[in-house]
């Protein structure tokens, strides 16, 4: 928690614990139940995927069809995004001359 709590202050961000969960290696289901009860968020469980990439405790498990698809995935939304506001800016633009 005192980890969580000098990250609020140093970043002014708040941390949302409804939205956080806790991940443990090696720690009996009683410890997490009681980690996650004292920090007020849920339990997470392995794998899982963050920013589309999959997370493991075993890393040989992640193949690289599924390392390039989070790759990809991620640059694809940037394109999309970044086409987007292409053809708004040319819709205003076709408007302004109009």
């Not at 980890?3 to 289901?29: A, D, M």
């Amino acid at each position: 928690m005192r980890v969580l709590k000098c990250f609020e202050e140093v970043s002014g961000l708040k941390v949302n614990h409804n939205k956080s969960k806790i991940y443990g290696i090696g720690v009996s289901e009683g410890d997490m139940t009681d980690m996650a009860r004292w920090m007020g968020c849920g339990i997470g469980e392995f794998p899982f995927t963050y920013l589309r990439l999959p997370i493991d405790t075993d890393i040989s498990k992640i193949t690289r069809k599924q390392l390039k698809a989070g790759k990809h995935g991620h640059e694809n939304q940037k394109s999309t995004k970044r086409s987007q506001r292409i053809k708004a800016e040319a819709a205003v633009k076709s408007s302004q001359q109009q």
